[in-house]
C-alpha cells in the first residue's frame, strides 16, 4: 500500500471523482447511473472526502449532512454513499483508509450519526451497525370478497364520497402551504427531517405543468395535503397531511393507487410512519397495506452513533421537558448511558439535566448495544422494553427517569432507514 493523503473535494476534482464511481462499478456509459453520477459529482464535488495516491484520486465517499428531529430538540445525521475505490486500487487497504478518514470526518464536523447502505461485513469495521428498514406496502391486486372477485379497476377507483377534491401540485399556488403542511405534519416527530420554514417565501410566477404524480388535496379552497410519486407510480417519496383533516390522506392514497393501478403497478410502497395517528386512517377507508421493517442481511441499512457525548448534549432540552412531565421530575443522581465503544455521563438535579460529567461511586449506569440505543434515541423503542446490562442494578427511582426520558415516540420512516 503507497503512502496516501485525504482531503475534502474541490470543483476542479469534478471529473476525476466521477472517473473513479463509474470505473468503481463499472458503469455503463450513457446508462441513467451514468449520468445520474455525473450530475452529482458536478454539483457536489466539495462534499466528497477523497484519497489520493501519489497526486491521483484513487477513492471518493459522499457525505450529506441533515438535521434531524428528536422530539423538540434536533441533532446532525450524515449520509454516507458512493464509496469507491478504482479497481486497481482495490482489495489494497484503500477503501478502508478512506472509510477512517470518513468517520474522522464526520467526528470532527459536529455529526452525530450516521447512516449509509451497504456490505454488512465490510461496515461493521468502521463502527457501523444494521439497524432497521421500515416500509409501508400497498398491494395491487384483484380482492376477493366471498365468491365473489372484485378485479382491480373497481377495488382501486378514483377518489370519491370525500368534501374535498383532488388535483395536480402547482408551484404557483401551492409551493408555500406544502412547506407548511411539512411543518405540520412532522412537527415534534423524531427521526423527521428538519425544514427551516421560511416566513419570506413567495410563491413562484409560473405555474407548473400538471402531473398526475404530484397532487394536493383541496377543500374549502385550503390544500390539506400533498402527495408526491416516482415516476414509475410504483414508490411514494414525500406525502403530508394536515392532522385534522384525515380526508386529505384518503384521498391522496386513493387516487395515487388509482393512477398506480392504471399503470400496471401490482405494489406501491412507501416510507409512511408506522403512527398510530396515520395508519388507522387507511384502516377506516378499507386501503389494504402491509408493514415491513426490514432487518439485517449481508445487504444492510447501517447506522453509527458517531458522537454520543454531541448528541445528548444537543438533545438535553427535550431530556429535561420530558422529565418535569413525570412522577420522577425531582429526582437527583448521576446516570451513565452508553454502548460498546461510547460512555457519557449525566447529572440529574431541579429538572435540570447536565452531560459530559464526571460521575461518582453512586452512579447508575444503563449498558446496551448501539443499535438499541439509536432506537432508544428516536423513540422506536421504550426503555422498559430494551435489553440492557444489569438492569436489575438500577434503582426504580433512576429507571422511572430512564422511562421518562426514553418512551415510544410516533417516528418518521425512511430519514434513517
Same mark, same amino acid.
Given at each position: ?39 452529482? @459529482?458536478? %454539483? +457536489? $464535488?466539495? &462534499?466528497?472526502?477523497? =484519497? ?10 459522499? /457525505? ?106 402547482? @408551484?404557483? %399556488? +401551492? $409551493?408555500? &402551504?406544502?412547506?407548511? =403542511? ?10 423527521? /427531517? ?116 454531541? =448528541? ?102 425512511g430519514p434513517w432507514g
Amino acid at each position: 500500500m503507497q503512502r496516501f493523503h485525504s482531503r475534502s473535494g474541490v470543483a476542479d476534482d469534478t471529473e476525476a471523482i466521477f472517473e473513479v464511481m463509474v470505473r468503481a462499478f463499472h458503469v455503463e456509459e450513457n446508462s441513467d447511473r451514468w449520468h445520474s453520477w455525473h450530475k452529482l @459529482a458536478v %454539483r +457536489d $464535488a466539495e &462534499r466528497f472526502r477523497v =484519497l489520493e495516491v501519489e497526486g491521483r484520486v484513487v477513492g471518493v465517499a459522499i /457525505i450529506k449532512s441533515e438535521r434531524l428531529c428528536v422530539g423538540s430538540c434536533e441533532i446532525v445525521k450524515a449520509d454516507v454513499g458512493e464509496v469507491s475505490v478504482l479497481p486497481q486500487y482495490q482489495g489494497k487497504g484503500y477503501g478502508s483508509a478512506l472509510m477512517r478518514d470518513v468517520v474522522q470526518w464526520m467526528r470532527d464536523s459536529d455529526c452525530d450519526m450516521s447512516r449509509l447502505g451497504g456490505s454488512a461485513i465490510f461496515y461493521r469495521r468502521f463502527g457501523y451497525v444494521p439497524f432497521p428498514r421500515r416500509s409501508v406496502v400497498f398491494p395491487i391486486e384483484p380482492v376477493r370478497a366471498g365468491a365473489n372477485i372484485m378485479p382491480v379497476q373497481e377495488v382501486f377507483r378514483p377518489p370519491e364520497g370525500l368534501p374535498g377534491k383532488v388535483r395536480p401540485y402547482d @408551484a404557483s %399556488r +401551492d $409551493a408555500v &402551504r406544502k412547506d407548511e =403542511l411539512y411543518q405540520l405534519f412532522h412537527k415534534g416527530r423524531s427521526g423527521s /427531517i428538519v425544514r427551516d420554514p421560511d416566513p419570506n417565501a413567495k410563491l413562484p410566477s409560473r405555474p407548473s405543468s400538471p402531473n398526475p404524480l404530484r397532487i394536493v388535496y383541496e377543500a374549502d379552497g385550503i390544500v390539506e395535503g400533498y402527495l408526491d410519486a416516482g415516476d414509475d407510480a410504483r414508490s411514494i417519496g414525500g406525502v403530508a397531511f394536515n392532522p385534522s383533516c384525515p380526508d386529505a390522506f384518503v384521498g391522496l392514497m386513493t387516487q395515487i393507487l388509482h393512477v398506480a393501478a392504471e399503470r400496471g403497478a401490482n405494489l406501491v410502497s412507501s416510507c409512511l410512519p408506522f403512527d398510530a395517528a396515520v395508519l388507522p386512517i387507511l384502516t377506516g377507508a378499507n386501503i389494504a397495506f402491509t408493514l415491513i421493517e426490514r432487518q439485517g442481511g449481508r445487504a444492510s441499512n447501517m447506522i453509527q452513533i458517531v458522537h454520543l457525548a454531541s =448528541l445528548l448534549s444537543k438533545i438535553t432540552p427535550e431530556l429535561e421537558l420530558r422529565l418535569r412531565s413525570s412522577s420522577a421530575a425531582d429526582w437527583r443522581g448521576e446516570i451513565e448511558i452508553g454502548f460498546e465503544g461510547q460512555r457519557v455521563g449525566l447529572r440529574v438535579g431541579n429538572g435540570s439535566v447536565s452531560t459530559n460529567v464526571p460521575l461518582g461511586d453512586g452512579a447508575f449506569r444503563m449498558q446496551t448495544d448501539q443499535r438499541t440505543l439509536m432506537k432508544l434515541l428516536l423513540g422506536i423503542l421504550s426503555f422498559e422494553e430494551a435489553p440492557t446490562l444489569d438492569r436489575e442494578s438500577i434503582h426504580p427511582s433512576a429507571a422511572a427517569v430512564l422511562s421518562a426520558w426514553f418512551p415510544r415516540r410516533h417516528t418518521a420512516s425512511g430519514p434513517w432507514g
